[in-house]
């Protein structure tokens, strides 16, 4: 019985190991690059022609006045946008729910893919509709309330800074709601149908079934995928954001990740942008210990 157990165990050992060579390839090896926070690096020049500074490039985030500003706003966006989908995190849960009630297959099989389809689609595609709907000019919105007399000017729905976090937080949603929604489908999956025949002997109605029974069975899968998004608070991506910024919403739309590329890659602060970078990293890994802990406290259970 134990060499079935040892083969068994070397034989699932061996299928995990590509998975963890990709792991280290593509999220460990990459933590080499950190070096350069402590040299005052200039791309395309060998590392070690560069004066090595130490922590300076950190000092510098707390002792330059206008680095300091530079990083108190750009948290401000990003913690912003972070709440505001921390805030609206239940939605993909309950469009599952109401999805998973619509009793036609094939209408429901229609509505979850054409709500999946555009988390395939890149953001690039996705501002290319935003202008086509939204832009000043040829916007197809704006066409209309002209052409209807409504407006006596096109409305800059995209050029405007005005409402910006709210209008990123409804691109978002609509890009992946329905992507998201896909694990508490599954989660569904899972549910004891047992009891939702014993509920309708008891009388429930489709609604209390919901909120009784799919409901408390969604919730475990809801606080883990919670805690894992509140460990990626400060994590909000730059794709989003880089396509939509310009200089009128720059200063409400750039978030941390943006922050960094726009210093980084677009900028000639290279050495500054990887200190900000792991800062990010450090805070991002202090949150997921706190929301672990926090688990272990109100839900008794851990998530590693």
Known sequence: MNRFYVKRGTRLLFMVIPFMVLVFLLSYLPLSGWVYAFFNYKPGLPIGIHNFVGFDNFKMIIQDRYALNDILRV????????????????LPMIF?????????????????????IPNFISWVLVFAVAYAMFSVGDGFLNRILLRWNLINQGIPFLSGKDHTWI??????????????????????????????EAARVDGAGRFACMWHITLPGLLPTYFVLLILQIANFINNGMEQYFVFQHAINREYIEVLDLYVYNQGIAGINYSHAIAVSMLKSVVSLVLLFAANNGSKIFRKESIF
């Open 75 to 90: 948290l401000r966006n990003t913690f912003a946008m972070s709440l505001l989908g921390l805030v609206t995190s239940p």
């Open 96 to 116: 599952a729910v109401f999805l998973n009630e619509i009793r036609h297959i094939s209408y429901r099989r229609i509505v979850q893919t054409l709500t999946t």
């Open 167 to 196: 209008g990123m937080w409804a691109w978002g949603t609509w890009k992946g709601l329905g992507w998201s929604s896909i694990m508490y489908i599954a989660a569904l999956m899972s549910i004891d149908q047992e009891q939702y």
